[in-house]
C-alpha cells in the first residue's frame, strides 16, 4: 500500500485534474498558501440611510492591491498595511436594510478571499432592561472621547493591531458614527448608568488628522433618541488644552449652548460642570481672585439663557500628582477658596510602593477609600465619590508618576460592582457631603465607560462581553 504522504504529494505534483467529460479537462490551481483574514470592522453598523462613510478592516495577509468588497461588490480601497485596509463606502450602500457581508480579496496571482464580517444596518438598538429604571444612584460615567480617528492615530496604540484587541467594543473601535453613540447610550442606560460626562477638550486641532476629541458629545446632542441617558462636561486641562483667558468666553458659550439641552445633567436645579484639575486653573489664570472671576463668568453667562447659574465640581491631580499623596487638604483649600460648589475626582490610580506589574484590585480599591476618608475629615465642600473600574494602561505603557513604574490591576465585574456599591454606601454615612440631599438619589461617578487605553472600562468588550455591566446592574437592583 502507498505511503500516505507520497500519496497527497502526487496528488499535488498532478495539479488536481479535473476530468470535464469527452475527453475536456482544466486544471483547478492549489488554493493560496496564506489567505486573507479579516479579524474586524470599524464602524460595524450604521443607521439606514447613514452618510457616507470610511470603513476599516482589521485582519493579516492583506496584500498590494487587496479589495474590500461589500456585500460581493468592490469598494474603493486602501492598503495601509498588511493588517489594515480602508474602503470608502458610499451612502447608497446603507440606503437598503442589511446584514451585508465584509469580505477582504487579494489580487491574483496570489488571490483569495477571506472569512467574512457582518455589517448591520438599521441600527441594531436593545431594548429597555430593568436596570435602566434603578434609583438606588444617579450614576454618571466619564466618557473619553477620543475613539474618532482613524485605527492608526495614537490613541489606538497597541489595541486593534496589538496584543490588546480583547479590549474591542461591541459598537466598533471607532465612535464617530450617530450608530455607535446611540448604541452606547441605551447599554449604558440598561446597565444602570444615568448619564455620561464626557470630556471636553480645547484646541482639539493639535490632535491627529481625522480625530475629534469632542466628537461622541456632539453626536448625542445632535441625536434624537438618547434613550434616557444624561449627559455633563468634564473640561480637561493641561497643556495643550488649556483655556486662555483670551479665549474662556468662547469657551463659556460654547459649554453653555449644551447646558440648555433639557437633557443635561443639573445638580440643585443648576447645569453642573466639571473641571478636572482646580491647580491647573489657578496656574492658568495665575492667582485666585483671577478663577473667582472666570467661573462667575460661566455662571453669569448661564444666567444669561435663563439658567440659574452653574453647580461647578472641581477636582487635582492627586494623589498622583499635582497635590501630593499623604493629603487631599492643599487641593480642598484650594477648590473652597476659588469658587467650586463640590470637588469629585477622575482617577487615583497610585500604589503605596514603587511597583513594576500587576497589583489586586483591593489596592485600588483601597485609594478610593482612603480618598473618600479624606473628604469625611477635611472636605470644606460637597463631595462627589468616584469608583474606579480599573487601571491597566499598557497599551499605552503610561508609568505611575511618582514611581516610574508600570503597573496595573487585576479586576472582575465583582470586584467593580462592589467598588460601586461602597461609593454608595459611603454617601449615605456622610450625609453632609451630598451635593443633594435624601431622598434624591446619591450621585456618584464611575471612572470610566470606554478608557481602553488605561483598562479603566465597562462598555462590553469582545474579550468581557456584558459581564462589568451586568454586574454593575444586579448589584444597583440588589437589596
Known amino acids: 500500500m502507498p505511503n500516505r504522504s507520497n500519496w497527497l504529494s502526487a496528488l499535488l505534483a498532478i495539479s488536481l485534474v479535473v476530468q470535464l467529460g469527452c475527453g475536456g479537462s482544466t486544471v483547478v490551481p492549489p488554493p493560496p498558501p496564506n489567505p486573507p483574514t479579516i479579524q474586524a470592522i470599524s464602524p460595524n453598523s450604521s443607521e439606514q440611510g447613514g452618510a457616507a462613510f470610511t470603513l476599516s478592516v482589521v485582519g493579516s495577509n492583506f496584500l498590494a492591491g487587496a479589495t474590500v468588497q461589500w456585500a460581493g461588490s ?273 482617577g487615583y490610580p497610585f500604589a503605596p510602593l514603587p511597583v513594576n506589574g500587576v497589583l489586586p484590585f483591593s489596592t485600588l480599591s483601597d485609594a478610593g477609600h482612603w480618598m473618600w476618608s479624606e473628604a469625611t475629615l477635611s472636605s470644606p465642600l460637597p463631595y462627589i465619590p468616584t469608583a474606579m473600574s480599573g487601571w491597566d494602561p499598557r497599551p499605552w505603557n503610561e508609568t505611575e508618576s511618582i514611581s516610574g513604574d508600570l503597573m496595573w490591576y487585576s479586576r472582575t465585574p465583582q470586584d467593580v460592582a462592589t467598588f460601586v456599591q461602597d461609593a454608595i454606601a459611603w454617601t449615605a454615612a456622610n450625609p453632609q457631603l451630598r451635593p443633594e440631599s435624601a431622598p434624591t438619589p446619591p450621585l456618584v461617578l464611575i471612572e470610566a465607560w470606554n478608557e481602553f487605553g488605561e483598562g479603566s472600562h465597562i462598555i462590553p468588550t469582545a474579550g468581557d462581553g456584558t459581564a462589568y455591566g451586568d454586574a454593575l446592574a444586579a448589584m444597583l437592583l440588589g437589596p
Open 74 to 346: 468592490g469598494m474603493p480601497t486602501t492598503v495601509v498595511s498588511g493588517n489594515l485596509v480602508t474602503a470608502s463606502i458610499p451612502a447608497s450602500a446603507v440606503a437598503g436594510t442589511g446584514p451585508y457581508a465584509i469580505t477582504v480579496v487579494n489580487p491574483a496571482p496570489d488571490g483569495g478571499a477571506s472569512n467574512s464580517l457582518s455589517f448591520a444596518v438599521p441600527c441594531v438598538i436593545p431594548p429597555p432592561a430593568p436596570a435602566a429604571s434603578q434609583t438606588k444612584a444617579r450614576l454618571g460615567a466619564y466618557y473619553f472621547d477620543g475613539w474618532s480617528g482613524p485605527l492608526t492615530n495614537f490613541h489606538f496604540q497597541q489595541l486593534p493591531l496589538g496584543p490588546y484587541q480583547d479590549r474591542q467594543p461591541f459598537s466598533a473601535w471607532q465612535d464617530n458614527s450617530p450608530c455607535a453613540v446611540e448604541q452606547q447610550l441605551a447599554t449604558a442606560h440598561n446597565f444602570g448608568i444615568d448619564f455620561f460626562v464626557f470630556d471636553w477638550y480645547f484646541n482639539v486641532a493639535v490632535t491627529d488628522p481625522g480625530e475629534n476629541l469632542n466628537s461622541a458629545l456632539q453626536i448625542m446632542h445632535a441625536l434624537p433618541h438618547r434613550h434616557g441617558m444624561q449627559f455633563a462636561i468634564l473640561y480637561v486641562t493641561g497643556p495643550p488644552f488649556d483655556v486662555a483667558p483670551a479665549d474662556w468666553g468662547t469657551a463659556v458659550n460654547e459649554w453653555v449652548s449644551y447646558m440648555t439641552d433639557p437633557d443635561y445633567v443639573q445638580v440643585n436645579g443648576e447645569p453642573v460642570f466639571f473641571i478636572i484639575n482646580v491647580g491647573s486653573m489657578r496656574q492658568v489664570w495665575g492667582s485666585s481672585a483671577a478663577v473667582v472671576t472666570a467661573l462667575g463668568q460661566l455662571r453669569a453667562a448661564a444666567q444669561a439663557q435663563g439658567l440659574p447659574g452653574v453647580y461647578v465640581v472641581g477636582g487635582f491631580g492627586a494623589p498622583d500628582g499635582s497635590m501630593g499623596q499623604h493629603s487631599l487638604g492643599d487641593g480642598f483649600s484650594i477648590a473652597q477658596s476659588d469658587g467650586y460648589d463640590a470637588i469629585a475626582f477622575y
